[in-house]
């Protein structure tokens, strides 16, 4: 009798240590704040073991009081733990109250109160839209085009005398010339030897008249 007292004893022990082991208790929930894009979040995990289900409350708080209720949802644990999501565009350094029911179990409000990261969630930049054109704007380029000024018959007929005019020899140029030539400096020259010719011709001329009538003399 004394050793089945002691093994019912031990046995009991051990139903009772286990069975304490899997009771749900508040240390099994955690809650955290994250960003989903660019939107908060609120999240919850139960790692009861045991799956007793659990009711979670989520409420913002202000100096201490309940401000309004993000929302409410029942979570079964697990030994992976299962967690739930409630959306909230959290602002940063906000102050959250998660209660947690389960049964006769739990019902008391996770310690210490939630408060969100103090770096809000980052808005994700949307790609600029590049403009496509429109058949407007097509149309307009090639008027544009034709718009763009051309020389007139006036500039053309103008630049014209001046071509000529800058072809033509300036006297200096002439006279340049003339000096290469030499025909400047041999005028004089010419000259003096054309009245030498002169005069020894009408010197010749004078002594044959003059010998003409000495012969006719005689």
């Not at 749900?24 to 289900?53: M, N, Q, Y």
């Not at 839209?129 to 020389?151: H, L, V």
Request: one cysteine or more; proline letters at 7%.
């Amino acid at each position: 009798m004394r050793i089945l007292g002691v093994a019912t004893a031990s046995a009991a022990l051990t139903l009772g240590a286990a069975g304490s082991a899997l009771a749900c208790d508040i240390s099994d929930f955690s809650a955290e704040a994250k960003c989903d894009g660019a939107k908060g979040v609120i999240t919850v995990t139960d790692v009861d073991a045991g799956g007793v289900p659990a009711t979670v409350s989520v409420f913002l708080e202000s100096n201490g009081a309940d401000v309004k209720k993000v929302g409410q949802q029942v979570v079964k644990g697990s030994a992976e733990g299962t967690t739930i999501t409630f959306e909230e565009d959290w602002l940063p350094n906000a102050e959250y109250r998660i209660h947690v029911k389960a049964a006769n179990l739990v019902d008391e409000d996770i310690k210490p109160n939630l408060t969100t990261p103090s770096t809000a969630c980052k808005t994700e930049d949307s790609p600029t839209p590049t403009p496509t054109p429109t058949p407007s704007d097509s149309a307009s380029t090639p008027a544009e085009e034709t718009i763009t000024p051309s020389p007139s018959a006036s500039e053309s007929g103008s630049t014209a005398p001046a071509d000529t005019a800058s072809s033509a020899p300036s006297p200096a140029a002439a006279e340049s010339n003339l000096a290469e030539t030499g025909a400047n400096s041999n005028t004089g020259i010419i000259a003096g030897i054309a009245a030498a010719l002169v005069v020894i011709g009408g010197g010749a001329v004078f002594f044959g008249l003059r010998r003409r009538g000495a012969n006719n003399s005689r």
